[in-house]
């Protein structure tokens, strides 16, 4: 039986509603999340790319369009995402292996000791099981926060700038695990991410969005790159006119912006 698409967002728009009147969001918005894909979101600050995320998730609905999480609505979906912040938001007075765990636990899921076990022994994290947070390194905590997301055994991953808290050295080895680590589980992402190399060397394809009311406004297909991982991506001959292109599609006018 075939697998149904992970994430299909058809002529979505969303419009927020206020004392002060209503403010467009997005707006005719279409995008297709791949099985298997990473799929990178780039646009202007304050243009809707975690709002998406949020639609995705259906913690928000949208006001037009339709929106399909592994063929069902998102109401009926969002127990096959996982979710994961740009903070690693572990807490700091339980052990690495309880941390990893809470996820299941909120969730009600139980037996998945053993598997959440077997992802840090696969990731380098075993050692560390009954250590605290502040005994890791930030590029470590990601990776365990990328565990604990993992344990619920989403289908698709909504990751939101996961790499922000993190130095720049960091976050380039970060984001070679984190897309080794996504490719080895068979998951689908949406990766939400202001940075334009992290988003060319971590993604499968590109969608730009335009200022608000958000639309996709350039899409990339980087799958010539898939058998390179992303630091070999740094070094492609063809990284540095990919990332012109996209730089030129973020441009905007501010006349725009609301």
Not at 48 to 57: D, E, N
Not at 149 to 156: A, D, M, N, R, Y
Not at 173 to 183: A, N
Request: hydrophobic residues 40%.
């Amino acid at each position: 039986m075939e697998r149904p698409i992970p994430v299909v967002l058809k002529d979505v728009g969303l419009t927020y509603h206020t004392s002060d009147g209503e403010t467009k969001a997005v707006e005719h918005l279409s995008l297709t999340l791949k099985y298997g894909d990473i799929l990178g979101i780039v646009g202007p600050s304050g243009s809707g790319k975690t709002t998406l995320l949020s639609v995705v998730a259906g913690i928000l609905a949208p006001t037009e369009g339709k929106v399909e999480v592994c063929g069902l609505p998102p109401s009926e979906g969002k127990d096959k995402c996982g979710y994961m912040l740009q903070r690693d938001e572990l807490f700091p007075w339980l052990t690495i292996i309880d941390n990893v765990l809470l996820s299941a636990k909120v969730k009600g899921l139980k037996d998945r000791r053993a598997y959440a076990e077997n992802l840090l022994d696969k990731y380098g994290l075993k050692a560390y099981a009954d250590r605290y947070p502040r005994e890791l390194s930030g590029g470590m905590r990601q990776r365990v926060a990328l565990i604990r997301t993992l344990v619920p055994s989403p289908e698709i991953l909504l990751l939101d700038e996961p790499f922000g808290a993190l130095d720049f050295q960091t976050r380039v080895y970060v984001v070679d695990d984190v897309r080794k680590i996504i490719k080895n589980e068979g998951k689908s992402a949406l990766f939400v991410t202001h940075d334009i190399s992290e988003a060319i060397s971590m993604c499968d394809a590109l969608a730009v969005l335009s200022a608000r009311p958000a639309h996709v406004k350039k899409f990339f297909d980087l799958s010539r790159l898939a058998h390179l991982s992303p630091m070999q991506r740094r070094d492609d001959p063809s990284f540095g006119a990919l990332y012109d292109e996209v730089w030129k599609a973020l441009e905007f006018k501010k006349e725009n912006e609301i």
